[in-house]
């Protein structure tokens, strides 16, 4: 079982004048985002101070479900098999309306994957993974916790923060100031800014409990159970033989009421008793949750930037809201190392506004209709939903209507940073797509895949016969890659591997990116496919990379 740390105040050493030392980035907020962007930076060399205002990892579950996005994006920065370790994967899940299973869904998952299509682990364990991470980079990551932003400003040239640790307080200036700060963020409020979009009145008590009754790792919904009627109840299981339920309460329900625990266990007894379930339970942490669809309407504010829930809220339905925060920290990270580099225009960061707000909106639509299914708004919606659970179970047809939408990387089809796609392709990821995790043999001979062999630059991926090398498949590559562009580049052939060289033996992964001898995928370094040539041309490459990093 986890054991929380609890840290003093953290103050730096300040001049007389109560001024902390410049910092190229400062992250406020130190929750699994914040830590993330300040990994994500330290990997390209770019020092970051991260301020938090608590005085450790969270408490209670919170953000449980890992999606194999987010274990990609994990393996990065170098955390996501600690968390295979002590997390529990699960592919699918079931439904019921009232004693009658509804659904039984699965997520995609192809052999050979290097990782599930999601992890059920609490998020106090992620916070903790992200920490044993930060220690490997001595000097260029500090965590000053109990450290609260009171106030920004800024200018052209960088923000000033006020911070209060403890009892003691300071100032601090900055280049560039992340927000990851939740969201009941105070930098998005010392800036004047606000989040737009539905707020659902649909409650749910979120509530921890330790029992020791293993089943099989799934999703569970019911609708109506006889358990609680006329409530919704969601229930995962996590490590440390825990167990988290989820239930709607009714809207006349008092919210300080609602969470009180002579309310909430005879609910949940009722529940583990409807399933059979007679093993003894306690519980460890209670909390309240509504249905959220807000998002800023840019990320990028001058010198300030913002990502996780300081940016935006989606419902906990179909798993979004961290998922959607590590997208953001990988996506802005390269960005915003890149500019404190000076290796690219300041026109490059806008593009992560542009990109992830896109994201933000396709999260909503599939939130909200999601949330509008498990607990619907109006009379009409009830009945609609009623109608659909009790035709379901004769009617496969109607099942899709109850499918949670599992979350899934955003497609960013109007990217200002993707090159223009090459007609001749009829099937693999586009520009604007992440590049999908498929199975190949490493240059020493060892498995590996697509996703893993993307480096912290660009990489370039060339499909050759057995016996072509780099510069004949594709003439004037290897110039780019030993130019200082920060180009790695692949063969992928069906030979034996090599040095530069990755085996796809069965051609299963050529086949899937429809390539053929000199096709050419460009990737960023956060797995998104930047361009992609049928019969790539070295020129082809140079420019994709200049659009990718605004250099004119």
Known sequence: MYQREVHAASLPVLNPDGLDAPRRVVIAGGGPVGLAVALALAR??????????????????????????????LDALGVANAVLEKGLAWAGGRSYYRNDEVLHFTMPHEPGQAFPPMVNIQQYYIEQYLLDAIARYPGL??????????????????????????????????????????????????????????????RYVIVDIAIDAPREVERLAWFD????????????????????????????EDAEQAVKPE????????????????APWEPLWISIYNAKCLTLDSYVHGRTLFAGDAAHLVPIFG?????????????????????????????????Y???????????????????????PPSPAFALMREAVLGLSAAHAELRSLINPR?????????????????????????????????????PDGTPTSLVRCIGKGFTAFCFAGAGADLEHAVPGLRQLCDGGLELDCYLIANAVP???????????????????????YLVRPDGYVSGRWRQARASDVRDAIALAMQID
Request: aromatic residues 6%; negative net charge; hydrophobic residues 40%.
């Open 406 to 442: 599992q979350t899934s990387p955003a497609v960013f089809a109007d990217s200002p940073i993707a090159a223009t796609d090459d007609p001749a392709f009829k099937a693999g990821p586009a520009p604007g797509a992440t590049l999908p995790d498929m199975p190949l043999v490493g």
């Open 141 to 202: 990551i500090e965590v000053r916790w109990h450290n609260r932003v009171t106030d920004v400003t800024q200018d052209g040239n960088g923000v000033t923060l006020a911070v209060a640790a403890g009892e003691r307080a300071y100032t601090m200036r900055a280049d560039w100031l992340v927000a990851a700060d939740g969201g009941r963020s105070a930098v998005r409020d010392a800036l004047g800014l606000s989040l737009r979009g539905m707020q659902y009145e649909g």
């Open 225 to 252: 159970p006889p358990s609680n009627p006329g409530s919704t109840i969601l229930l995962h299981q996590q490590p440390d033989q825990v167990w988290r339920i989820d239930y709607q309460v009714g809207e006349h």
């Open 498 to 520: 090599a040095a530069g060289r990755l085996a796809d033996p069965r051609d299963a992964v050529r086949r899937a990116l429809d390539a053929v001898d000199g096709t050419l």
């Open 263 to 278: 309310n909430v266990l005879p609910r949940v007894a009722s529940h583990l008793k409807m399933m059979g379930v007679s």
């Open 319 to 351: 798993v979004r809201g961290l998922n959607s925060g590590f997208d953001d920290a990988f996506n802005l990270a390269w960005k915003l190392a890149l500019a404190v580099r000076g290796k690219a225009s300041p026109g490059l960061l806008p593009s």
């Open 353 to 375: 506004s542009t990109e992830r707000v896109a994201a933000a909106r396709e999260n909503m639509r599939f939130g909200a209709k999601s949330t509008e299914f498990m607990a």
């Open 44 to 73: 390209h060399g770019i020092p970051s101070v991260v301020l938090e205002a608590d005085d450790g990892t969270c408490e209670g579950s919170r953000a449980i479900c890992i999606s194999r996005r987010s274990l990609e994006i």
